[in-house]
Structures are given as structure tokens and as C-alpha cells.
């Protein structure tokens, strides 16, 4: 009988003091006990310890609850003697009921209980940071994050006739003697036939095999920030194969260096007594940024007796975005056409859907009806050849998700999509009915616009509460203190959605969400944006999802009241809320460069807002916005907080997308674009006040000069003073060249590319890209505005001494 009589309040004082280890209880737990007097002469309603009695002339009357007052003696008496705790007794008479903050010794009583509950609370806060505090190994985080991901998908795992073939290739492939041919393994499948989750279990047992004989590296591209391009890729695996070799080479950070290192880290350091085993997942998940997706930066052939290269990748689509297939078949030396060998092997449709099911199922403690399984089945057979990945175990893990909430009294509560794009728009459109159609929409655009990186929780509930139709449409029948959203109605969303999300650290302390396959971020685009840019009527546009997203990262309405939509309006000025109310405070953050220190203090002195670095300028572009991002990136403090958070290469991409999304704007931006290219080398050293020194060294006129002069003139952060002029004691000291140039200097990018002397270069028709020949015997097509390379030319026999570009820009001779 007691649980429909417990209380809610026994219920959290049993959960969170009671059923504690005794070392938490000391550690984490605090009990204020105040005594209240006079509990019947308080107003009705204020107190549940009272109730309402009748005296013997029949009139009702409030007395204290005797029962009540017993069971909270019994509570009490079972608090832990150990546990710390403090005893108030309200000043002045003993029959004197509540309080009155008028009065000078009720005050104090007040401020004593709240100081002392502040106290403790902080203190205990800090002794658990203390407890946590670590110093982050950016290393050892990355090689963790990968190997978690593996072994809870090998754990998984579903073994079937057609992905056992998979494994035995692969197997047979690492326990391979040398045999001289030094090639890599390459496995590859259509989207949601469940690569990862195979390669997942090679991997795990992999390592299990070894023992801890060698090095084994595993990577799941896309699933981390530093491993979604080829530059941080690279970087964290040198780094990891440096600290796995005991070698002192520092990893370089400039990229044609950093390519050179990793080609020598894989050829030299392996040995018979420590082989390296290295597995990279879905190679095709890498942006182009460096020519990522050309993989000339992966050894494929040619490789040591000592090292293992197992690669995985999607076919080759008829677009040229993606064709990663070909470029691996390309390495191993194999020809267009030729045979796969023993050295490629695909990953075919799943042979066993009905036992893969009953496997997912039962990982959830769930089984389906005879009636529900042929549904399946049916659907499974239904499957149509155009949909990539239909049939596959990601339509399976996807369907069984749902089907774990069906009862068996439930039947078939509707029918099953066989397309993997169908379901996944049928599961949005559920996810409306049950939380509301405004809320999902934008939780949905949020994830799918910030997939570069993610995005956080805490995020989320920031960005949502800026959303005046989600306001309103959560205002329907009650309207908080606060004109926030409440985070549990996020929460229930984001539960749902689990199952398909990934989570990881940005290397801030801050866990970013994001779709775990590109099925979602694919189909969301679709739903939310609609097919072939025709935007959906009724969805908010990709453009204004931008716009909030920008807004919110540049700090737009924090610490000010956002006027409310004539909806919200109508929802908030109700009688019985807050009539006359036309805006609210949605208490979202400052968004500023630094959070602690300054741009000009050392790397171990400040801490860098890297969400607002990474992600504002990128979604102010894309949303339009030309004021917020040309006022960022013809900053100073801009491009100062890029270099110190290592984003120089980002940097110069997003002076190319602006100059091409704000033309007008194109001179600004080049300066800007061009003092950061020739300075390149010396940018990439990270040395706080070197941005706002090379700055001041530009022409007076220049926009970066002005910007820099603006700094030390206003104050602000960072503190700038110049050489000869008055400034505060502790800001950064630049030295001011007198007799400087004042013309600007003609270079604006240095691209190192070629090994050999550089004899010919030609620009592109639309100025975007540049051809260079060489005596190294290649040619290199570059981007004019990163210098990055979109591919190597090879063939040439000799030195390359001509190049041209076609008319229109399609091809190169050579």
C-alpha cells in the first residue's frame, strides 16, 4: 500500500541521502533543519503539514497534522549521524507564525540559512572539480574516443553468412605473412550495410588477438572533430603513433610537412617485435578540405612487411563529390575495370534479416508476434532497388527501435516503410505528434545545420528558447518565471532520437550531439528543406535557421529582453501570467572570442570560446548575414582568436565563401584575406601577440592596421599598447615600425606544395583555382584563396614546363 501514499519528497530524500554510499553522504549531501512555528495560524494552503478539523461547535478549524509531523520525526531520525548538518530556530516570539523580512533579525536569519547553504553547495562543487580535475592528454582522448566506439558496437554486433565472408577476408588478411606486395585492405558497401559495425568487430578482436603485441590504431572518420578533415586526422594520428613508437620527431603543423611525417612514421618505425595494425572507417566521411577525400595523402601500396592497412568506404555514386572507391582501387594499382583480388572485398545485402531483428530486439529485452515479424518481412521483400540502403541493418536497427515499443497486443500499429529515407521521415513525423511539431523542426534543423561539429544540449535549450514559435507552442497552458525553454521537454526529444544521435567531446569539456549516419542528416535536409532547394510551405527556411543559429553564437540577445512574436505575445499576456508583456530576457550566454584570460596571454592562460570561434562566421555566411560576418572577419581579435585556436586553414575558407556570398564586400575581405596568407608560416607558430604585431606593420591605410589602431585606442580585450604610446600597465606591448612601407606587400598566399622546382602556373577562368607544373613531374590544381590542393596530376615522364587551363575551365594541359 505504501506506494500510493509515498511522497515525492520521501521518495528524493531516500534516492539522495539514504540509498548513498556513506562516503557520498559526507562528501555530497546536506541537511538544513529548520524548525517553523505557529504552522496553523499560516495562511491556507501554505502548508501541508495543517489540515482542517472540526471543533465541537462544528466550525472548521486548522490544526497541525499529527500524523505529519510523526512522519517527519521518523524521517529525520534516519539521517545518517555522519551526514553534515545544521539547525535553525527562527529569532523573536516561540508563537509567532512565518516571518517578516521587514524585520531587521529575521533578515539576518534568512541571509545565515541562504549563506550557509551557498557555502556548502560551493564547497562541495569544488572539491568534486578538484576531484576530476586531469590534465587533458588531447592524445589519449582521441585513441579513448574511438576505442569506446568500437567496443560498443562490436558488442552489438550480428554475425550472418554474408558478413562472416567479410570477416575471414579480413582476418585472413592480418594474419597474412609478408609476401612483399606491401598492399592495404580495402572493404566497402552501400550506405547502412553496416560497415562500422562490422569493421567495429574486426577491430576488438583485433586487439584482443594482439594482446598488447604492437600498436593498433583505430579511427571512425566523422566521429570526432579531429577526424573529420585530413589536416587534424593526420595530426592525431602522428601524435598517437609518436607516443606508440617512444619517438621525439614533434608532429609538424603545416600540411605538406605533416603528410611527409606520417608517410615516414608508417614505413620506418614499424618492426617485426612492434607491427602496427592501422583501420580506418569510412574514408568518404571526410570533407574536402586538403583534397581529403583524394587520399593521396594514405599510403595504399608499398607499404612495410610490419604494417596492416584495412580501409572502408561507400561505392562510388555517379556525382564526383564522393569517389573514394576508386582513388583506394587507384592506389592498390588497380585498374578501372580489373578484378578486385584479394585485397578489396564488398560488404553484400544482409542474408539473414529475420535473425539480425530478433538479435536488436533482444539487446532491448524485446520479441516481436508471428503477425508483427511477417510484417517485417514483408516490408524487408518490399525493398526497391533505388534506395541505397533499404534492406540493409540500418533500416533494420532503425525498425527495430520502433518495434520495441509496440506491445503484442498491439498488432502492426501501421505499416512499415521499406525505404531507409521513408522511415526515417515517418519517424519525424511521429516524433511531431508526440512533442510537437515546432519543437522537432527546430531541434531537427539544429543538428542537421551544425554538422560540421555538433551541437551541445545546453545549446540547444539556448537556441530553442530564442525560438518564438517553440515559446508559444510550449506556453499552451502554462508559462514559466522564466521565458526560457524548459530543458525536459528537450530531453524526452533527445531520448527518442538516442538510438541515431552521436555524442563527443570538442575538446572544450562540452559533449556535441550529432546524427551518427548520413541517412539522417540526409533525410532531415529533405523534410526540413525540401528536395532540389524548393523549400516545404509550413518550414521555416535553411536561410533563417542560419540566421538563429548566427545570432545565438555571436551573442545577439544575451543579458537583453527579446521582443515576443504576436503568438508568444498572445500566449505570455494571458490574465493569469504576465499581462502587458512584449519581451523577455530567454537568458542565453555572452558569446565572447576568450572566456578567461585574454587573446594575448599564453595558450596555458586563457581559454578560448572555440564554439563561437568554430561556428558563428560559418552560419552568419550561409544565413546572409553581411554585417555579423564581415564585421568578424575583418577583426583583428578575429583572426587572432583563429590562430590560437589553431583554425588558420578555416579561416581562409571562410574568407573565400564570404567574398563569394557578399561580392561588394570583396576588397575588405581580400586585404584581410591576404594579410593572413602571407603571413601564413608565422601565423601557424601560435604566438599570442603575433596577429596583432604583423597588424600593426601593414600600410596605414590598410584595413588590418585600422583594426589594430581601433584595439589600442578603445581598450577593451585584448589590451593593446604601442610602443611610445600611453597605455595600462599590464597590456601587450607591440612595437611600432616608423619608417614602415606603406604599400602593401603584392603576396598574398605562399603555397609549398611541390617537391621539386615550380616552372609554370596558370589561373582558372573563374580565378578560384591555380594549375602549377614542377620538375617533381606533377601538377597541382590549388585553391587561390586557401592554397589547399584539390588534386595531384601525375603522368609526366620529366619535368613539367607548361600548363594552361581550358576557355572554360574544365580542363588542364599540360
Keep these: 500500500a505504501q506506494r500510493f501514499v509515498i511522497s515525492v519528497t520521501e521518495e528524493e530524500f531516500k534516492r539522495g541521502l539514504l540509498w548513498v554510499s556513506p562516503q557520498r553522504q559526507k562528501e555530497q549531501t546536506l541537511v538544513l533543519q529548520r524548525t517553523v512555528k505557529a504552522l496553523e495560524e499560516a495562511k491556507d494552503g501554505l502548508w501541508i503539514d495543517t489540515k482542517e478539523v472540526q ?4 466550525t472548521k478549524v486548522k490544526v497541525v497534522d499529527a500524523e505529519a509531523q510523526q512522519l517527519l520525526s521518523r524521517q529525520i531520525a534516519m539521517i545518517p549521524p555522519h551526514v553534515p548538518t545544521s539547525t ?29 547553504f551557498g557555502e556548502s553547495v560551493a564547497k562541495s562543487m569544488a572539491q568534486g572539480a578538484q576531484k576530476l580535475a586531469v590534465t587533458r592528454d588531447e592524445t589519449v582522448d582521441e585513441a579513448g574516443h574511438h576505442l569506446l566506439f568500437a567496443v560498443v558496437r562490436a558488442d552489438k554486433f550480428c554475425d550472418t553468412e554474408t558478413t562472416g565472408k567479410v570477416v575471414a577476408a579480413v582476418q585472413e588478411y592480418l594474419s597474412r605473412r609478408p609476401d612483399g606486395s606491401g598492399q592495404a585492405f580495402v572493404v566497402h558497401g552501400r550506405s547502412g550495410a553496416g560497415k562500422t559495425y562490422l569493421m567495429s568487430k574486426i577491430m576488438v578482436g583485433h586487439i584482443e588477438e594482439r594482446a598488447g603485441k604492437g600498436c593498433v590504431v583505430i ?26 613508437y617512444d619517438k621525439e620527431e614533434e608532429v609538424p603543423s603545416d600540411f605538406k610537412e605533416l603528410k611527409a611525417y606520417f608517410r615516414k612514421a608508417v614505413a620506418e618505425w614499424p618492426s617485426e617485435e612492434q607491427p602496427l595494425t592501422l583501420f580506418i572507417d569510412s574514408v568518404d566521411q571526410l570533407d574536402d578540405s586538403n583534397a581529403g577525400r583524394r587520399l593521396e595523402w594514405l599510403p595504399m601500396s608499398g607499404l612495410s612487411p610490419h604494417v596492416r592497412l584495412v580501409v572502408s568506404t561507400l561505392p562510388d555514386p555517379d556525382n564526383a563529390e564522393f569517389q573514394c572507391l576508386a582513388q583506394l582501387r587507384k592506389g592498390l594499382g588497380l585498374a578501372d575495370g580489373a578484378s578486385e583480388g584479394s585485397c578489396i572485398v564488398e560488404v553484400e545485402t544482409i542474408s539473414d534479416h529475420i535473425r539480425v531483428l530478433r538479435h536488436l530486439l533482444k539487446l532491448q529485452g524485446r520479441t516481436l508476434t508471428p503477425e508483427q515479424e511477417a510484417a517485417v518481412d514483408a516490408a524487408f521483400l518490399l525493398r526497391g532497388e533505388n534506395d541505397d540502403a533499404a534492406g540493409t541493418p540500418l533500416w533494420l536497427t532503425i525498425v527495430a527501435q520502433f518495434l520495441a515499443l509496440w506491445t503484442s497486443y498491439d498488432g502492426v500499429k501501421f505499416a512499415i516503410n521499406p525505404s531507409v529515407r521513408g522511415l526515417i521521415k515517418d519517424l519525424f513525423e511521429r516524433l511531431e505528434t508526440t512533442h510537437g511539431k515546432h519543437l522537432v523542426r ?7 545545420l551544425c554538422r560540421r561539429s555538433g551541437v551541445s544540449e545546453t545549446e540547444l535549450v539556448h537556441l530553442l528558447s530564442l525560438d518564438d514559435d517553440v515559446l508559444a507552442d510550449i506556453y499552451e497552458w502554462w508559462v514559466p518565471s522564466m521565458r526560457t525553454c524548459p530543458p525536459l521537454v528537450l530531453t524526452m526529444l533527445l531520448a527518442e532520437l538516442a538510438p541515431y544521435l552521436s555524442r563527443r567531446g570538442d575538446g572544450s569539456g562540452q559533449q556535441l550531439v550529432s546524427w551518427y549516419h548520413r541517412q539522417f542528416w540526409e533525410a532531415a535536409e529533405e523534410y526540413l528543406f525540401g528536395e532540389s532547394g524548393q523549400q516545404r510551405e509550413g518550414f521555416i527556411s535553411r536561410e533563417e535557421r542560419h540566421t538563429q543559429l548566427a545570432d545565438f553564437f555571436a551573442g545577439k540577445w544575451a543579458g537583453k529582453a527579446k521582443p515576443y512574436s504576436a503568438w508568444l505575445s498572445e500566449r505570455v499576456q494571458r490574465p493569469q501570467f504576465c499581462p502587458g508583456e512584449t519581451a523577455g530576457d530567454r537568458m542565453v550566454p555572452t558569446q565572447p572570442l576568450v572566456l578567461e584570460g585574454r587573446l594575448t596571454s599564453a595558450e596555458s592562460e586563457r581559454l578560448l570560446n572555440t564554439r563561437r570561434i568554430q561556428e558563428h562566421v560559418d552560419h552568419a555566411i550561409r544565413a546572409g548575414d553581411k554585417t555579423s560576418a564581415v ?11 583563429k590562430v590560437a585556436a589553431d583554425d588558420v586553414s578555416d579561416l581562409l575558407r571562410e574568407y573565400s565563401a564570404a567574398i563569394e556570398r557578399f561580392p561588394d564586400q570583396a576588397s575588405a575581405l581580400g586585404e584581410f584575406a591576404a594579410f593572413v596568407g602571407r603571413n601564413l608560416d608565422a601565423l601557424r607558430q601560435k604566438i599570442p601577440t603575433a596577429p596583432f604585431q604583423f597588424a600593426l606593420q601593414e600600410p596605414d591605410t590598410s584595413g588590418p592596421y585600422q583594426s589594430i589602431k581601433r584595439l589600442a585606442e578603445r581598450g577593451g580585450d585584448p589590451l593593446i599598447a604601442i610602443a611610445g604610446a600611453s597605455g595600462a600597465e599590464n597590456a601587450a606591448r607591440l612595437v611600432h615600425w616608423r619608417d614602415k612601407p606603406q604599400q602593401s606587400d603584392p ?34 590544381i590549388c585553391s587561390a584563396g586557401t592554397g589547399e590542393v584539390k588534386c595531384t596530376l601525375t603522368g609526366h615522364s620529366g619535368r613539367v614546363w607548361s600548363v594552361a587551363f581550358s576557355p572554360d575551365g574544365t580542363r588542364v594541359v599540360s
Design 55 to 58: 471543533d465541537a461547535q462544528g
Design 219 to 244: 579511427r571512425f572518420l566523422g566521429t570526432s572533430p579531429a577526424s573529420s578533415a585530413v589536416q587534424p586526422l593526420l595530426s592525431s594520428l602522428c601524435k598517437q603513433l609518436r607516443r606508440c
Design 747 to 780: 603576396c598574398q598566399l605562399t603555397i609549398r606544395e611541390h617537391e621539386g622546382c615550380v616552372n609554370a602556373v596558370a589561373f582558372s577562368p573563374c580565378g578560384k583555382w591555380v594549375a602549377s607544373g614542377s620538375d617533381d613531374m606533377t601538377i597541382k
Design 442 to 448: 527546430a531541434v531537427l534543423a539544429f543538428l542537421t
Design 631 to 641: 564585421g568578424d572577419l575583418c577583426s583583428i581579435q578575429y583572426v587572432a582568436a
Design 88 to 116: 535553525y530556530t527562527p529569532p523573536g516570539d516561540s508563537n509567532k507564525a512565518g516571518l517578516d523580512k521587514q524585520k531587521p533579525e529575521d533578515r539576518a536569519y534568512l541571509r545565515k540559512v541562504c549563506d550557509d
